[in-house]
């Protein structure tokens, strides 16, 4: 097959689409399809007209990654906005090639671009919901009545969804929401999952050994985009629970985000500057490993994720974790038996890390059961039926 995938965010830009959208194209490129990404251009500055060139940047070997010019999002400056000079420009000469499929990753300009498409060429069009959007836009335009903005993006999601043939959805959570917004287009439950390759190794006492930190230190690790809507703040509130009965514990916070300052303030407010230590992006071939290793827990509590990639993560490298349970994390969790579930209750869910802190015996339990709980969201499982989903679009066309 020849996949045409477009997204309003890709790498360098680190969240959890952008690992999704490169998980997606990793495991199409592997099996034999051949893949194109039109993504923006991270650069600042626009291009000449032979933006559609391909370019090498992202380091995946076979992937076709077409950059279009952008500009900075005013409320949001990590991300970026395609030009509709650059949609105009694209359009004839993407509608020139023959696609199999189009894949949109995200319903901005690329949702556009994706639907223009499909309505020249006749080519089907599935779209991935991979954001919860009526949990976040409030975080974002904190100057607007959150109920108002809510009601938007639940108009915008129907508005989107039907222009579009067929929907990926990651967890049956996210179905019940869409459900309840009255979304009529018919959708696919497929999380998108996690290559179990990448997710050997690492190594906690060389991470530890490089950032100075005793191997004997009690230490919790989580990874996430610093964002309001990903709770970090919860968790902090956890770790100030915990350091009365475990003085030297550590709690390592890899990732950025827009939320980092306050974060920051808010573990000197604490007087936590000694238990807490903000790693930012780490490489995910390398350090981000390290890192997970290094924690004798990891935890997590976002309550808006759609699949929660991070704790199968944590789990395949066979690093306990306690976390939260809603939406998509629920979904990962069902079941598991390389996990601790707790409420959003900071009292409860620090109780639980620390019996897990005392207990090494029942952190070796839950270490060996991780990868097997992981091996349940392989992509070469969870891939092969997408392709199917793909080849039913084909043939119904």
Same mark, same amino acid.
């Given at each position: 097959?020849?996949?045409? $995938?477009?997204?309003?965010?890709? %790498?360098?830009?680190? =969240?959890?689409?952008?690992? #999704?959208?490169?998980?997606?194209?990793?495991?199409?490129? +592997?099996?034999?399809?051949?893949?194109?990404?039109?993504?923006?251009?991270?650069?600042?500055?626009?291009?000449? *007209?032979?933006?559609?060139?391909? +370019?090498?940047?992202?380091?995946?070997?076979?992937? !076709?990654?077409? @950059?279009?010019? #952008?500009?900075?999002?005013?409320?949001?400056?990590?991300?970026?906005?395609?030009?509709?000079?650059?949609? @105009?420009?694209?359009? &004839?000469?993407?509608?020139? +090639?023959?696609?199999?499929?189009?894949?949109?990753?995200?319903?901005?300009?690329?949702?556009?671009?994706?639907?223009?498409?499909?309505?020249?060429?006749?080519?089907?069009?599935?779209?991935?919901?991979?954001?919860?959007?009526?949990?976040?836009?409030?975080?974002?335009?904190?100057?607007? *009545?959150?109920?108002?903005?809510?009601?938007?993006?639940?108009?915008?999601?129907? %508005?989107?969804?039907?222009?579009?043939?067929?929907?990926?959805?990651?967890?049956?959570?996210?179905?019940?929401?869409?459900?309840?917004?009255?979304?009529?287009?018919?959708?696919?439950?497929? &999380?998108?999952?996690?290559?179990?390759?990448?997710?050997?190794?690492?190594?906690?006492?060389? %991470?530890?050994?490089?950032?100075?930190?005793?191997?004997?230190?009690?230490?919790?690790?989580?990874?996430?985009?610093?964002?309001?809507?990903?709770?970090?703040?919860?968790?902090?509130?956890?770790?100030?629970?915990?350091?009365?009965? %475990?003085?030297?514990?550590?709690?390592?916070?890899?990732?950025?985000?827009?939320?980092?300052? @306050?974060?920051?303030?808010?573990?000197?407010?604490?007087?936590?500057?000694? =238990?807490?230590?903000?790693?930012? =992006?780490?490489?995910?071939?390398?350090?981000?490993?390290?890192?997970?290793?290094?924690?004798?827990?990891?935890?997590?509590?976002? &309550?808006?994720?759609?699949?929660?990639?991070?704790?199968?993560?944590?789990?395949?490298?066979?690093?306990?974790?306690?976390?939260?349970?809603? $939406?998509?994390?629920?979904?990962?969790?069902?079941?598991?038996?390389?996990?601790?579930?707790?409420?959003?209750?900071?009292? !409860?869910?620090?109780?639980?890390?620390?019996?897990?802190?005392?207990?090494?015996?029942?952190?070796?339990?839950?270490?060996?059961?991780?990868?097997?709980?992981?091996?349940?969201? #392989?992509?070469?499982?969870?891939?092969?039926?997408?392709?199917?989903?793909?080849? @039913?679009?084909?043939?119904?066309?």
């Amino acid at each position: 097959m020849n996949i045409l $995938m477009l997204s309003d965010v890709y %790498f360098p830009r680190v =969240n959890g689409v952008s690992t #999704s959208i490169r998980t997606f194209a990793q495991s199409l490129l +592997r099996m034999g399809h051949r893949v194109t990404l039109v993504a923006p251009d991270y650069a600042g500055s626009a291009h000449p *007209p032979q933006e559609a060139a391909q +370019r090498a940047d992202d380091g995946l070997e076979g992937l !076709e990654l077409i @950059r279009l010019p #952008s500009s900075v999002i005013f409320f949001d400056p990590e991300d970026r906005l395609i030009k509709a000079s650059a949609m @105009r420009r694209i359009l &004839p000469k993407l509608a020139s +090639r023959a696609w199999d499929v189009v894949h949109i990753h995200t319903p901005f300009r690329a949702h556009r671009l994706g639907v223009q498409l499909s309505e020249l060429s006749g080519v089907p069009t599935v779209e991935t919901y991979h954001t919860y959007f009526e949990e976040y836009v409030a975080h974002y335009l904190p100057w607007l *009545p959150a109920g108002s903005l809510r009601m938007v993006a639940r108009r915008a999601s129907r %508005f989107l969804c039907h222009g579009v043939d067929h929907l990926i959805v990651p967890s049956r959570q996210m179905v019940e929401v869409l459900d309840r917004y009255g979304i009529e287009t018919p959708s696919t439950v497929i &999380p998108t999952g996690i290559d179990l390759e990448e997710f050997k190794g690492g190594d906690g006492a060389a %991470f530890r050994q490089r950032h100075g930190i005793d191997p004997a230190r009690p230490t919790l690790v989580t990874v996430s985009r610093l964002a309001v809507e990903k709770n970090i703040g919860f968790l902090i509130d956890v770790v100030k629970r915990l350091v009365p009965d %475990f003085p030297d514990l550590l709690f390592i916070i890899a990732g950025e985000g827009p939320d980092a300052p @306050r974060l920051k303030q808010m573990v000197e407010r604490l007087g936590l500057q000694r =238990n807490v230590r903000f790693f930012g =992006n780490l490489d995910r071939r390398g350090a981000l490993l390290d890192a997970y290793r290094a924690g004798d827990v990891f935890v997590f509590a976002s &309550p808006t994720e759609t699949q929660g990639l991070v704790l199968t993560e944590a789990m395949a490298l066979g690093v306990p974790v306690v976390s939260t349970a809603v $939406m998509g994390t629920a979904t990962v969790l069902r079941d598991t038996r390389g996990a601790v579930v707790s409420r959003e209750d900071a009292a !409860e869910f620090a109780g639980h890390v620390a019996a897990l802190l005392r207990s090494p015996e029942r952190r070796a339990e839950l270490s060996a059961a991780g990868p097997a709980d992981a091996a349940a969201w #392989s992509t070469v499982h969870l891939m092969g039926q997408v392709v199917a989903l793909y080849q @039913r679009m084909i043939d119904e066309t």
